[in-house]
């Protein structure tokens, strides 16, 4: 027994953790992102607070208050504070079990049990004491799982910034809509107002005998049909508000008096700096995560490899027991056991072998899908990178296009009202320059959506400080 005992912590100090130990796989990653020569774009280093960038105070009020009020980052840190539950539940594997009871029984022996019949067949016993088991992490699978444990904190935390990062985005994003919606509203009216204008004008040309009636009813047909286009604009304008209420924890109409201001659309900023590619593998909280569930599977090979090794425990129990009340905690009523104890699952191997196949093969889906979650962001940095660019180019053309329409209109009444030119050449001039107007607003929006879009692919603003949940 003597050398059972001492054998034991020998044990202890020269145990080895079974299990691969991890490491961080190497990826290669670009030495530069494919920017368009001559773009706003840099490879200087981001701005983790990039919504500041767009210079509107109301939208920066908005991210703040969702950080502290919005249920995905509430049910995010909730989900943190179970993975932390759980490593202190591994943390605890490390110590000793100790059980402590106290009993008071009253008790009848049948006479015909005995082998021996004695008088007395009721009394009462008295029963308090402690019992103890300590298991020895010899072969390191209490370790593998506390590795496990601490990834899975980690993996929780970077979950929780990357439902940040997409909260702010989205707010960014229905915000820039909302206020793109309603410019696009006060396009839509300024070009009713120029309409309803040319109406008047081709009735009283038409009273004067100078034009036909069908002058007059084309004037009129396009007048309607812009008047058409006022609702499903405004739905859309409606939809982003109720949208944004949401996401910070509102009831859908609970913005719309903040929103009533007509605010342009953010603009965008002059320069856009991206960063290195390399920087990407530690800024995405997607990449970050999927490199700590690949660590924590890791760690579960351990765990289920521990199980093919025996168990080592100390067990002891101590205590007092009588039959009388008055002698229950007197010396000759203690009692006591200490000793180690083995145990070993040498019949299940094949349910312990099955378990590290499962184990292994977790292992490799982990590191598959942090390959492809890499993958995966840096085809979305380039494809924001080449909408953000060739929408940028787009939305210049058509500011020029938009100049060049409104001279065409106002020249084309000119030479209508003074009997030179037709009404055809008004209307499609008109027409033209709603078609311009409305695609130019609409293209400014893109234009921020894809920069919104840009900054969040690069994994940029979850830096900020999260509110404090309770422990």
Known sequence: MKLILLFIPLLFFIGCTVGPNYQTPD???????????????????????????????????????????????????????????????????????????????????GHRSQLFPIQRTRYNFYDTGFDA??????????????????????????????????????????????????????A???????????????????????????????AAAQLAFSKAQLPTTATAARQNAYQLAVLLGLHPAQL??????????????????VGLPSELLRRRPDIRRAERQLAQATANIGVAVAEIFPKFSLTGTAGYESLKKDTWFKNDSGYWSIG????????????????IKIANSLQRQALVAYQQTILLAFQDVENSLIAYTNERIRYDSLAQA?????????????????????????????????????????????????????????????????PVQPQ
Request: glycine fraction near 4%.
């Open 27 to 109: 990826i290669n990653s670009p030495a530069k992102w494919n920017i368009t020569p001559k773009s706003s774009i840099t490879q200087r280093k981001i701005n983790t607070e990039w919504w500041r960038t767009f210079d509107d105070p109301q939208l920066d009020s908005y991210i703040q208050r969702a950080i502290g009020t919005n249920l995905d980052v509430r049910l995010a840190m909730e989900r943190l504070q179970q993975a932390r539950a759980i490593r202190s539940g591994a943390v605890w594997d490390f110590a000793p079990v100790v059980n402590i009871f106290a009993r008071i029984t009253r008790q009848q022996i």
């Open 256 to 273: 719309l008096d903040e929103l009533e201001n007509n605010k342009t659309i953010p603009p965008t900023p002059p320069e856009i700096p």
């Open 402 to 466: 938009v100049a060049a329409n409104r001279s065409s209109v106002s020249l084309a009444k000119d030479l209508y009202s003074k009997g030179i030119g037709d009404f055809l050449s008004v209307l499609v001039a008109e027409q033209n320059l709603f078609i311009a107007e409305d695609e130019f607003a609409a293209s400014r929006v893109v234009l921020t959506d894809n920069l919104v879009a840009l900054y969040k692919a690069l994994g940029g603003g979850w830096e900020i400080d999260l």
């Open 133 to 186: 088991s300590w298991e020895i992490d010899i072969f390191g699978g209490s370790r593998r799982a506390l590795q496990a444990a601490n990834a899975g904190v980690a993996a929780a935390q970077e979950d929780v910034r990357d439902v940040l990062l997409s909260v702010i985005s989205e707010i960014a994003r229905n915000y820039v809509e909302f206020r793109g919606n309603q410019q696009r509203l006060k």
């Open 188 to 218: 839509l009216q300024d070009n009713i107002l120029v309409q309803s204008d040319t109406l008047e004008l081709t009735k009283s040309l038409f009273n004067a005998g100078i034009n036909s009636q069908l002058d007059v009813e084309q």
């Open 340 to 355: 180690p104890q083995v145990s070993w699952r040498l019949l299940d191997f094949g349910h312990v072998f099955a378990d």
